[in-house]
């Protein structure tokens, strides 16, 4: 089964319902994973009621620590993808992570069947990213979070590890987003 991971907290229900809405019909051979910080049970139960696929829904909370910044813009629940890997198996090879205030218009196996070539990650440009890095004063380079170096398959979790906990570390070091 492929992968599909959302992480949302209790502002994004709504979103995520109109994105599974949109995927009726396109979701065959997926299974659906959300990262949930505060959702009700009721809520929880809502998303499950409604997916396309299969969906597990794990409370995450408890995992990001609580002092990390919180605005409309980078939720906490938006931190559970730096610990993406703690929810899947080895035996997972791709996990593929959507926005959840997206349309989907077509099947996702193409996303699936992209070569990665050595990559760890793939991910599309996202315009907010030269905001989002101004506004904090990140360098990727000075911290080196390069996104495109070359890794073995067999040492991607070693290095998606060690991304996510330089990223986790820096985490602590952003001021406030509000």
């Not at 019909?25 to 809520?43: F, K, N, P, R, Y």
């Not at 409309?72 to 035996?91: K, N, Q």
């Not at 959840?100 to 050595?118: A, G, M, Q, T, W």
């Amino acid at each position: 089964m492929n992968q599909v991971l959302f992480c949302i907290d209790k502002r994004m229900v709504m979103p995520l319902l109109v994105v599974l809405r949109s995927m009726e019909g396109l979701a065959d051979g997926l299974e659906i994973t959300v990262l949930s910080v505060g959702l009700s049970d009721s809520q929880k139960a809502g998303l499950i009621a409604r997916s396309p696929a299969p969906m597990r829904i794990i409370e995450i909370d408890d995992v990001i620590p609580q002092d990390f910044p919180d605005c409309m813009w980078l939720t906490r629940a938006a931190y559970g993808r730096l610990w993406v890997e703690d929810f899947y198996d080895s035996s997972v090879e791709r996990v593929v992570y959507l926005d959840s205030d997206i349309i989907v218009r077509d099947k996702l196996d193409f996303l699936f069947e992209i070569d990665l070539e050595e990559h760890a990650i793939g991910a599309c440009q996202a315009m907010a990213l030269a905001h989002f890095k101004a506004e904090l004063g990140l360098d990727w380079r000075r911290l080196n979070l390069d996104p495109c170096c070359e890794v073995s398959r067999h040492r991607m979790r070693l290095w998606f590890s060690l991304v996510s906990s330089r990223c986790r570390a820096l985490l602590y070091a952003i001021p406030d987003c509000q």
